[in-house]
Every structure is written in structure tokens, then in C-alpha cells.
């Protein structure tokens, strides 16, 4: 996977062009201390629910060409899908719908390249994707429905969907391990959108003074709060600032569960944030900090990434043999976008359209996540319902 800055700025800009000449309201800001993530209490000092509160208004910021409102809020009569949850995920669900709300034209081919995926259509985007589901073209007057994106954290998204207060789940943890205390998990439908390969980063000041990876052992340390100088991993005498996600978080569920092979491990961090917008930001405003990061943001000013030595083998980002795409690589993680008993055709068409090749390449890659092979484009579309 190529890591592009001028691509991506690129993109963004686009994105934003979209979003403020045809979309109506794509993103709601959830306040952080909801859900499950708010009341975590594994040893961390700050980072209280408080915390978490203040921390919204600077995340809804930090998104792309987005409109705040309340999470979960009706759309009235006009039967919007409405997805929410992971900030992991959050990104290519909120591209997701700044396209199909835009619903731009067929011959608007910067935007809607359809030719360019053997896609023979003069309907606009967001018809024609809706379209292979029996719903009637919009056209001008907007698409056949509004798509709306939710911010929150996983363990949010998929009890929402699971409490029919959502259609769509977004979670970047498996939903067993997000809610391990249920008896089944039947009801749940997961339809993995995408790949994120975890890295670890550091803040600049960190990396520039020599610290460049740590071994497996090392990482379990310094969650569990037994190194606590960076002169023990060959850097400055300095204090470590180990920082993380709330529990809820997705993006702290897959961690824990890769390193220390069980969701529900307590961990040592000195700060926890509920959104992975807000992660980035401290790290890089820090001068001794490390945490895992959703690779979407890893692009932050003022933060680095680092090897993980595992097993005898280093990963690296952007190495072209053990780099974070890798199968092997421990902190890599499915991205996935839950419904509830069965997927309805109004979830499909959109789900659909992220799966297809001009969703991977529009909405996972530009995104910095990994898109998914033929094999398993083709088992996910196969949970979606028949098209007309």
C-alpha cells in the first residue's frame, strides 16, 4: 500500500469539495464518556469521563469536510441510514457518505469513474449503487436516502445496532470481544470493509533521539507499567507517557488482544482518549509519549512510528516485505460495519458500494488502510441479500 501525503491532500480536498457543495449533514459527534469507554479504570491517572467530554468539540474539528450534529439523531421522514461508532472506521464511512450524499452524476467522472470499473451506468452515484437494490433514482433532488455517520468508539457501535438504535455498527474489534459478556453472537451480521495495520508511534522528539523500535516483550512492559524511563529502551532520560484508548475502543480491544492475548487485560497508560483524533494530537504535543494508532492518522505532524520486533521477525511501516499489510504483523486488525438480524437492502446498497473495487480504492485506500483482496471482496458480498 502506497503512503502518499500529496495524494491523500489531495483526495482530502476533494473530498471537502464534495461535501460542501452536495452532502447534507454526513457526521454526528458523539460525546466520548458514552457507552462502556467512559468508566475505564485500568490504572491510568486522567483522562476521566471529564476529559473525554471536553476532547469532542477538537475531534469534530479534526475531521475532514464533516457537519456536526447529535449521534442518533432522527431524520425524520426521510429514512436515513444511520450508521456510528468506530473513529477507526469513521473514516471510510464518512468518505462513504460524502459520496453517496453528494450522488453525483455519471458524467461527473472525476468523482463517479464508473467506466473506469467496467460499470455501464448514466445514473448518478448513489442511484445507481441503490438502484441494484429496487430503490427509485433521486437524481437531482438528492440520493434515494441520506447516508449519516456516527463518532463514537466500537463498543458504542455495536450496542446501538444492537439496540435497533443504528442501522450500521462500525467497529474496528470483533464484537465478541467488544461485548464478551453475551451468550450469542448470531444476530450479528459482519461485514469486514478493510485492514488496518496498528503502528506504534512515539513523538518526534522520541524518534529523533534514537528510539526507533521495541521488541515484543518491551511493548507488555510498558502497558504494564513496569519500564517506565526511555533510557531502558536505549533513549533519553526521560519519563514515558504510555498513552491509549478507552475500553470500548476498538482500536484498544484488538490491541490488547493481540499483545496480551486477552480483550479484557488491564493495562498502565497515563492518559486514555476516547477517539483516535485525540490520541494523535497528544502524542505529538507530548515529548515522551507512545501509544498503538489506527493507521488512518499515523500521518500526524509530530508523531513517529517505530518497528515491533515480535517473535524474531520486525515490522516496519512501509517495509516492503514486513511491513504493517503484512498477514503476519501482530496489531493488525479487521475494520468492520455490523447490522443486526440480517442485512436490509437499503444497508447492502451501501455496504455494497464500499466493498465494490471503486469503494476499496475511494474510500479504504486514500484513507491509508489496507483494501481487501478478490478472495475476500468476495466473501463479504456474499452475506449481502440478492439484488433485484
Same mark, same amino acid.
Given at each position: 500500500?502506497?503512503?502518499?501525503?500529496? *495524494?491523500? =491532500? +489531495?483526495?482530502?480536498?476533494?473530498?471537502?469539495?464534495? @461535501?460542501? !457543495?452536495? #452532502?447534507? $449533514?454526513?457526521?454526528?459527534? &458523539?460525546?466520548?464518556?458514552?457507552?462502556? *469507554?467512559? =468508566? +475505564?479504570?485500568?490504572?491510568?491517572?486522567?483522562?476521566? @469521563?471529564? !476529559?473525554? #467530554?471536553? $476532547?469532542?468539540?477538537?475531534? &469534530?474539528?479534526?475531521?475532514?469536510?464533516?457537519?456536526?450534529?447529535?449521534?442518533?439523531?432522527?431524520?425524520?421522514?426521510?429514512?436515513?441510514?444511520?450508521?456510528?461508532?468506530?473513529?477507526?472506521?469513521?473514516?471510510?464511512?464518512?468518505?462513504?457518505?460524502?459520496?453517496?450524499?453528494?450522488?453525483?452524476?455519471?458524467?461527473?467522472?472525476?468523482?463517479?469513474?464508473?467506466?473506469?470499473?467496467?460499470?455501464?451506468?448514466?445514473?448518478?452515484?448513489?442511484?445507481?449503487?441503490?438502484?441494484?437494490?429496487?430503490?427509485?433514482?433521486?437524481?437531482?433532488?438528492?440520493?434515494?436516502?441520506?447516508?449519516?455517520?456516527?463518532?463514537?468508539?466500537?463498543?458504542?457501535?455495536?450496542?446501538?445496532?444492537?439496540?435497533?438504535?443504528?442501522?450500521?455498527?462500525?467497529?474496528?474489534?470483533?464484537?465478541?470481544?467488544?461485548?464478551?459478556?453475551?451468550?450469542?453472537?448470531?444476530?450479528?451480521?459482519?461485514?469486514?470493509?478493510?485492514?488496518?495495520?496498528?503502528?506504534?508511534?512515539?513523538?518526534?522528539?522520541?524518534?529523533?533521539?534514537?528510539?526507533?523500535?521495541?521488541?515484543?516483550?518491551?511493548?507488555?512492559?510498558?502497558?504494564?507499567?513496569?519500564?517506565?524511563?526511555?533510557?531502558?529502551?536505549?533513549?533519553?532520560?526521560?519519563?514515558?507517557?504510555?498513552?491509549?484508548?478507552?475500553?470500548?475502543?476498538?482500536?484498544?480491544?484488538?490491541?490488547?488482544?493481540?499483545?496480551?492475548?486477552?480483550?479484557?487485560?488491564?493495562?498502565?497508560?497515563?492518559?486514555?482518549?476516547?477517539?483516535?483524533?485525540?490520541?494523535?494530537?497528544?502524542?505529538?504535543?507530548?515529548?515522551?509519549?507512545?501509544?498503538?494508532?489506527?493507521?488512518?492518522?499515523?500521518?500526524?505532524?509530530?508523531?513517529?512510528?517505530?518497528?515491533?520486533?515480535?517473535?524474531?521477525?520486525?515490522?516496519?511501516?512501509?517495509?516492503?516485505?514486513?511491513?504493517?499489510?503484512?498477514?503476519?504483523?501482530?496489531?493488525?486488525?479487521?475494520?468492520?460495519?455490523?447490522?443486526?438480524?440480517?442485512?436490509?437492502?437499503?444497508?447492502?446498497?451501501?455496504?455494497?458500494?464500499?466493498?465494490?473495487?471503486?469503494?476499496?480504492?475511494?474510500?479504504?485506500?486514500?484513507?491509508?488502510?489496507?483494501?481487501?483482496?478478490?478472495?475476500?471482496?468476495?466473501?463479504?458480498?456474499?452475506?449481502?441479500?440478492?439484488?433485484?
Amino acid at each position: 500500500m502506497a503512503h502518499d501525503p500529496d *495524494g491523500l =491532500s +489531495e483526495f482530502v480536498s476533494r473530498r471537502k469539495f464534495i @461535501a460542501t !457543495t452536495g #452532502a447534507t $449533514s454526513i457526521a454526528a459527534i &458523539a460525546g466520548c464518556s458514552s457507552g462502556s *469507554g467512559g =468508566s +475505564e479504570s485500568d490504572g491510568s491517572s486522567g483522562g476521566s @469521563a471529564d !476529559t473525554e #467530554a471536553a $476532547s469532542t468539540e477538537t475531534d &469534530a474539528t479534526a475531521m475532514e469536510g464533516t457537519e456536526s450534529t447529535a449521534e442518533g439523531s432522527n431524520s425524520g421522514g426521510s429514512g436515513a441510514l444511520e450508521s456510528g461508532g468506530s473513529s477507526t472506521v469513521y473514516p471510510i464511512a464518512n468518505t462513504a457518505a460524502s459520496y453517496w450524499n453528494a450522488n453525483r452524476p455519471a458524467s461527473d467522472s472525476e468523482y463517479w469513474p464508473h467506466g473506469e470499473y467496467d460499470i455501464d451506468t448514466d445514473q448518478n452515484l448513489a442511484d445507481y449503487w441503490a438502484g441494484l437494490y429496487g430503490f427509485e433514482a433521486g437524481g437531482e433532488d438528492g440520493p434515494p436516502f441520506q447516508f449519516t455517520v456516527g463518532l463514537s468508539h466500537s463498543g458504542t457501535g455495536v450496542e446501538k445496532v444492537m439496540n435497533g438504535q443504528n442501522d450500521i455498527g462500525n467497529s474496528s474489534g470483533n464484537v465478541e470481544d467488544e461485548l464478551p459478556d453475551r451468550d450469542s453472537y448470531e444476530q450479528f451480521v459482519d461485514h469486514v470493509v478493510g485492514v488496518d495495520g496498528q503502528p506504534l508511534v512515539v513523538s518526534q522528539e522520541i524518534a529523533d533521539a534514537g528510539v526507533g523500535q521495541v521488541t515484543g516483550d518491551q511493548l507488555k512492559g510498558l502497558y504494564k507499567g513496569e519500564i517506565t524511563n526511555w533510557s531502558e529502551l536505549g533513549g533519553p532520560d526521560r519519563e514515558i507517557q504510555v498513552l491509549g484508548r478507552v475500553k470500548g475502543s476498538g482500536t484498544r480491544t484488538s490491541f490488547v488482544s493481540n499483545v496480551f492475548g486477552n480483550p479484557e487485560e488491564d493495562t498502565s497508560v497515563a492518559n486514555r482518549y476516547g477517539q483516535n483524533q485525540r490520541l494523535a494530537q497528544a502524542i505529538a504535543q507530548a515529548d515522551n509519549a507512545i501509544s498503538y494508532l489506527a493507521l488512518a492518522f499515523i500521518d500526524t505532524d509530530g508523531l513517529a512510528p517505530i518497528a515491533l520486533e515480535w517473535e524474531g521477525t520486525t515490522y516496519s511501516y512501509q517495509d516492503d516485505q514486513n511491513g504493517l499489510d503484512s498477514k503476519a504483523y501482530p496489531l493488525s486488525r479487521d475494520l468492520h460495519m455490523y447490522t443486526w438480524e440480517g442485512t436490509s437492502k437499503k444497508e447492502a446498497a451501501v455496504i455494497n458500494m464500499i466493498l465494490s473495487d471503486f469503494g476499496q480504492d475511494t474510500f479504504v485506500a486514500p484513507n491509508n488502510y489496507f483494501k481487501l483482496g478478490t478472495r475476500r471482496q468476495e466473501e463479504q458480498r456474499a452475506k449481502l441479500p440478492d439484488q433485484v
